[in-house]
């Protein structure tokens, strides 16, 4: 059965594009023009599969919107991409402060938009399988069950930290992953070590990772993210 996506927007014409497209692309779209609307419809007998939420909305913002849902055991794995305007600090919205999945800027084309609701879908579906053994892109081979990684058919030894930051962004590859969220996921703790901890942690890793070390890139003052094909950066 076709997902279903929840499509936040109090934009009528924005949003009956975006239903539209989506339909046309094989998914079932459903829109609601307030937060309050949409986090009764989440939370309904049948919520959907992923939530287009836009952070500008009539009566509480996208942000708190999101919020909201990760807060509450429920709602917690809801797959939500964030509608943002250029001038939205992006970590905060990404970040382990609101935890949106994905975010797409204003103005964006259609296109971009389904790509990153396919990818999104992919990951969540990801997680209930279990996971695959070993993985390699290019140069790079990880396997995770027996905690090694080759580079160039070289090993490459790892800490058990660094190889669970790597094995991380891995995990999370093409979607951006701020320091706080690495803190709590790879260190299981925030605030009380600085994100500083987490740039030293990662140039540690590329520096042994050597040539494969293009696979993790930086985004400036935001995070870092794992690319399958280092040096295509996707539109964003
Ligand atoms: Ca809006």
Known sequence: ?????LIVEDEADLAQTIAFNLEKEGFRPL???TGTAALERIRGPKPPDLVVLDLMLPDISGTEVCRQLRQDSGTRRTPVLMLTAKTDPIDRVVGFEVGADDYVTKPFSVRELVLRIRAILRRTEGTS???PESLR????????????VWVEDEEVVLTALEFRLLKTLVQRRGRVQTREVLLNH???MSGDVTTRTVDTHVRRLRKKLGPASSYIETLR????????????????
């Open 129 to 131: 399988a279990p996971e």
């Open 137 to 148: 892109f290019g140069i790079l081979r990880l396997d995770f069950e027996g905690h090694r």
């Open 31 to 33: 829109v609601v023009g």
């Open 186 to 188: 790879v260190w299981e």
């Open 1 to 5: 059965m076709a997902e279903q996506i």
């Open 221 to 236: 003052g935001v995070g870092y993210r794992f690319q399958s094909e280092p040096g295509i950066t996707d539109a964003s």
